[in-house]
């Protein structure tokens, strides 16, 4: 196989798993109008959680249970809806924004949690030596990527078929309802705080699943892979794409990463050695002024939801 | 201990500064503003750029690490970051306010929050920088209590720009429709108020505060473009701890957070120093969430 191909199947592993968490992601704002401002901190805690589970046993770390993968990624998926739950509790009867000031602050504490707790997160080294999954059973890593961008087409695949099948079941009727007319849902007798805790917990685990394999493909955590920025990249690739539609959330998941990864390497091989740090902060930026340009300019993104009837 | 209370004053009184700007646009213009925390770097920056380009000594006087020249260039820095903030509403949030629902604001807020700390940050770079390289030496006020004059002159300046402030809105026309836009907007507009000219001037007076919160945090503790983003958390939680758009429920908001923080190192290792306000705020909103002296756009429905 050729270099080119050899990079596209692991950038396809990569965009496709920020794919898994713009659907989730795109479950609470596209669909609901609930504004997550702390991705990374749910993304971590899948990742986290389904580190420590599925972990070898290492006698100056707790934890390290020695558990199957599809537990282990269940665990964390569980962990992030639990910690979802918390914030959701909190905030989700009061005015919107505190759901977005809550979600800030438990990815920084969750940060501060990686950083710190270091006999369970192993600190600023992370947990490394991971199992892969299966890994044994193939010759070598570039077939094994091919066998895991299959595992991550199949998950996208059966998380897009159920969000598809959910937001078209009269529950997912009255999210739109809850996202455009409060009021009129609440008056025709729904639980609208209900609704929206339903929805949160759902979309964190499923942004916890994205992290759980996340992990199980590299093999190792690390708090470096964890960074505020993520939950910018995330919300610009589902803003992208397209919120309100599935397929734009994972378009703009694919289109973003192209962006960034093409621009990253433009600037690692164009740019000054001196300038590269300049580089990087307008590379952020850019993220930044997409956002807002979207927000400003086409507010539907590439391929927006579809208005009127569905 | 001490010591403690006299750092958790210090650094109260700069989230109580940041927080009442926070909490006049979370009560006049209604979003949870999330750039509002770079206003605070944008500040001090401008008035270490001010300082730079005249090449002014910051001129000690007495006691003090800074004089005339620092203050002159804070009032510099609070005009300079008003047109920023006056700018980044015409440009940004006044078209997202006309046409979308206000969720769309605080997406936009967080955008444009990172769009400015990396302007900061190409513009001054990431290290740590001063005002000033002279050392300051600290009094010793009792046993096991240093403090430094900078700080007491902080602490000053605090307690009079928040009487002022809260004479202005008391007492003058422009703070009484500002208080009346944030209590019922469309009554405000009907009663012939310039809504347009109370934004501004909301914008300018957060903006202005914002950066002497700047400048205060650069004097007494250190220049970095992360300020504003460590900052977003501790404000948010000291304005809905005060209740949004209560001024004076900012401020002891912010020196209840102040405290909070500071005090906490001596129970909890200091790593988890920054998530304190974090704690703070889902404690206020599970069991109080308009907060300890409701405001006038209350948090619950």
Request: include cysteine; charged fraction near 10%.
């Amino acid at each position: 196989m050729s270099g080119f191909s050899i990079y596209l199947i692991f950038f396809l592993i990569i965009a496709l798993n920020y794919g898994i968490m713009g659907l989730g992601l795109n479950l609470q704002w596209g669909y609901t109008g609930l504004f997550n401002a702390g991705v990374v901190g749910f993304y971590a805690i899948g990742a986290y959680g389904a580190a420590i589970l599925v972990g070898p046993d290492r006698d100056y770390l707790i934890g390290g249970f020695d558990l199957p993968w599809p537990v282990a990624i269940l665990g964390g998926m569980a962990l992030a809806a639990l910690a979802a739950l918390i914030v959701g509790l909190a905030t989700l009867r009061l005015r919107e924004e505190y759901l977005a000031i809550a979600t800030f602050g438990i990815a920084l504490s969750l940060q501060l949690v990686a950083l710190n707790f270091e006999s369970l997160t192993g600190g600023a080294n992370g947990l490394v030596g991971l199992p892969r999954p299966l890994f044994h059973l193939f010759e070598d890593s570039t077939t094994y990527n091919l066998f895991f961008l299959g595992l991550v087409i199949v998950i996208l695949g059966i998380v897009w078929f159920g969000l598809e099948l959910a937001v078209r079941s009269p529950w997912g009727r009255l999210l739109r309802a809850v996202r455009e007319d409060e009021s009129a849902a609440r008056s025709l007798g729904k639980n609208i705080t209900l609704i929206r805790l339903q929805v949160f917990v759902l979309g964190c685990s499923l942004i916890g699943l994205s992290g759980g394999l996340y992990v199980a493909f590299i093999g190792f955590v690390s708090p470096t892979d964890f960074l505020p920025l993520l939950t910018f990249q995330v919300w610009a690739m589902l803003i992208v794409g397209g919120s309100g539609n599935n397929a734009g959330a994972v378009l703009g998941a694919v289109v973003v990463w192209a962006l960034w990864t093409m621009s990253g390497l433009a600037i690692s091989r164009v740019a000054p050695v001196e300038l590269q740090s300049q580089a990087g902060a307008i590379q952020v930026m850019l993220i930044g002024l997409l956002i807002v340009a979207m927000l400003i300019f086409r507010p539907r993104g590439l391929i927006g939801e579809k208005t009127g009837g569905s | 201990m001490l010591q403690a209370i006299a750092d958790g004053f210090m650094s109260g009184a700069i989230i109580a500064l940041g927080a009442i700007g926070l909490t006049l646009t979370m009560g006049i213009l209604r979003f949870a503003n999330f750039a509002h925390a770079e206003l605070v770097t944008a500040g001090a920056y401008i008035a270490l750029a001010v300082l730079w380009l005249t090449g002014a000594f910051m001129g000690p006087i007495g006691p003090f690490s800074f004089g005339i020249p620092m203050l002159l260039a804070m009032v510099v820095a609070m005009a300079g970051t008003s047109v920023l903030a006056l700018t980044i509403d015409h440009l940004v949030f006044r078209r997202l306010r006309d046409r979308s629902g206000h969720m769309t604001l605080v997406f936009g807020s967080f955008g444009v929050s990172l769009v400015v700390r990396m302007i900061i940050l190409l513009i001054f770079g990431g290290a740590a920088t001063y005002y000033s390289n002279e050392l300051q030496i600290a009094m010793r006020v009792v046993p096991g209590l240093r403090i430094m004059p900078d700080q007491l002159f902080v602490l000053g300046l605090t307690v009079v720009i928040v009487v002022a402030l809260h004479f202005f809105l008391q007492r003058t026309r422009l703070g009484l429709s500002m208080r009346a836009l944030a209590e019922n907007p469309e009554l405000t507009r009907v009663n012939g108020v310039d809504t347009n000219r109370v934004i501004r001037w909301t914008w300018i007076i957060g903006a202005s505060l914002a950066t002497i919160a700047g400048v205060f945090y650069g004097l007494t503790i250190q220049l970095r473009p992360e300020i504003g983003f460590h900052l977003i958390l501790p404000l948010f939680a000291a304005a809905i701890l005060g209740g949004t758009g209560n001024v004076i429920g900012a401020v002891i908001g912010g020196l209840i957070v102040g405290m909070a923080e500071s005090l906490s190192v001596l129970f909890i290792p200091a790593g988890y120093k920054l998530a304190v306000p974090f704690l703070i705020l889902l404690l206020v909103l599970y069991l109080k969430p308009t907060g300890l002296f409701s405001g006038s756009a209350g948090g619950a429905k």
